[in-house]
Structure formats: structure tokens, C-alpha cells
Nanobody, 125 residues
Framework: HVQLVESGGGSVQAGGSLRLSCVAS????????MGWFRQAPGKEREGVAG???????VYADSVKGRFTISQDNASNTVYPQMNSLKPEDTATYYC????????????????????WGQGTQVTVS
């Protein structure tokens, strides 16, 4: 299986930037897709960004133009760069990985992913 550890969360002023990271370990050679989700209190977990094994990315409408996801294969790390942060971006952010070959069809869907990190808190004020 794939193990995921998120980091980089914290508190930031509105309009600021934050860079999260997700380090993957285990059977990473079998990973087809990586994604980032967020969940605010009382709300459902929603997909914000995803990337497949070819580097193709998908973003939720709410973060397009502000968030960018990138990969560092040397360290098995995925980085969401979050710019122009808004208070509504406040949530717990989760890294996700998938070994399902069809995951690139639904990169923002929870059902596409097999493995999840424990989450990192982002607070924008």
C-alpha cells in the first residue's frame, strides 16, 4: 500500500500564500493519481486538485488560477502551491493517492482514491 504524510499547513493572512507537501512512501510505483481534498467543519470533503501519472492536472473551479499542484519524483512529494488565499479556503487539507487505473477520469472524486493522509490544517484570516 501507499503511505502519505502531509505537512505545511498553518495560519496565513488573506491574500497570502502557502505551500503544502505530501510525501508518499510504500508501493509508489503503482500510484496512478495523486489528489488534494479539503474539508471544513460541517461540510463534505471536496476535491480541489488532482494529477495523473502523465502530469495532467485538474482543479476545482473554486481554486482555478490560485492553486497549482506539482510533483518532485526524486523525493516522492506532491506540492500544492496555494496563492491569493481566501477565508473560505480554511479547512483541513488531505492528500490522497490511487492505484486505480481509471482514476484520471475523476481526479476530483473521492471514490477514485485508495489511500489518504491524516490531514493538515489551513486557516486563512
Amino acid at each position: 500500500h501507499v503511505q502519505l504524510v502531509e505537512s505545511g499547513g498553518g495560519s496565513v493572512q488573506a491574500g497570502g500564500s502557502l505551500r503544502l507537501s505530501c510525501v508518499a512512501s510504500g508501493h509508489t510505483v503503482s500510484t496512478y493519481c495523486m489528489g488534494w481534498f479539503r474539508q471544513a467543519p460541517g461540510k463534505e470533503r471536496e476535491g480541489v486538485a488532482g494529477v495523473d501519472s502523465d502530469g495532467i492536472t485538474v482543479y476545482a473551479d473554486s481554486v482555478k488560477g490560485r492553486f497549482t499542484i506539482s510533483q518532485d519524483n526524486a523525493s516522492n512529494t506532491v506540492y500544492p502551491q496555494m496563492n491569493s488565499l481566501k477565508p473560505e479556503d480554511t479547512a483541513t487539507y488531505y492528500c490522497a493517492a490511487s492505484v486505480r487505473s481509471w482514476c484520471d477520469l475523476t481526479l476530483l472524486g473521492k471514490s477514485a482514491y485508495n489511500f489518504w493522509g491524516q490531514g493538515t490544517q489551513v486557516t486563512v484570516s
